[in-house]
């Protein structure tokens, strides 16, 4: 069964302090990996798609990277505007068009 | 680009009656798109995937008869809960796929709307 578990559940950072999410997958054929940002009481925003082992992108202070179990969404400096839950899903070739999302990792930056 | 919205924002009714939700692509085409509800604090729960021009593809344990989607056209699809209770309050987010992108390089993405909180009374 295709599965999706984040880590952790909750993150509070100082401002300007590093860190990363974690996104643990388990699918019968990745066909890709998608990192989402969602706002309280707001849809998930899009922030990147990673296809295969290796593969990295990076959006201002977000970088997002992948192996064949796991991905990380890096924050570096982080600022209180970065604050949002973190949404990791996955599809599988198996799965037609559906995505299967992680639980989120809540994340909240003190200034 | 990529922009998908939702119509009504948010919506009170009273117990027994039916609400639609609109979703559309405002800018790019989309033959499929999906229909999520999210309860407080957990993530969201795919519903069922809404084909244009074709019959809905429901989860399991989602009624159908309760929860109908159309999906007339490639920029719109629908929602309406039928004979809505307490227990359907929630939020209801759709995504779409962008054909363009799809048969360009194969891009996956879903792009979400802002989400319809959805109060029964």
């Known amino acids: 069964e295709d599965q999706v578990t984040q880590s952790p559940e909750a993150l509070r950072l100082q401002e300007g302090e590093s860190s990363s999410l974690n996104c643990s997958y388990t699918v019968s054929g990745l066909r890709g990996l998608f990192w989402y940002r969602q706002d309280p009481g707001k849809g998930p925003e899009f922030l990147f798609t990673l296809y295969s082992a290796g593969e990295e992108k990076e959006k201002e202070r977000l970088k997002a990277t992948l192996t064949k179990k796991e991905s990380f969404l890096h924050i570096t400096a982080p600022k209180p505007e970065d604050s949002a839950t973190y949404l990791c899903?996955?599809?599988?070739?198996?799965?037609?068009?559906?995505?299967?999302f992680g639980s989120g990792t809540r994340l909240s930056i003190r200034p | 680009g990529a922009v998908v919205s939702q119509h009504p924002s948010r919506v009170i009714c009273k117990s027994g009656t039916s609400v639609k939700i609109e979703c559309r692509s405002l800018?790019?085409?989309?033959?499929?798109m999906f229909w999520y509800r999210q309860f407080p604090k957990q993530s969201l729960m795919l519903m069922a995937t809404?084909?244009?021009?074709?019959?809905?593809?429901?989860e399991q344990g989602v009624e159908k008869d309760k929860f109908l989607i159309n999906h007339a056209s490639l920029t719109l699809s629908t929602l309406t809960v039928t004979s809505a209770h307490p227990e359907d309050s929630s939020f209801y987010i759709c995504s779409a796929r962008d054909v363009g992108l799809a048969a360009a390089w194969g891009g996956n993405e879903q792009f979400f709307g802002p989400g319809t909180r959805l109060t029964v009374l």
């Open positions: 809404s084909n244009e021009g074709s019959k809905a593809t429901y």
């Open positions: 800018d790019f085409q989309a033959t499929t």
């Open positions: 899903a996955v599809q599988a070739y198996s799965s037609a068009s559906k995505i299967i």
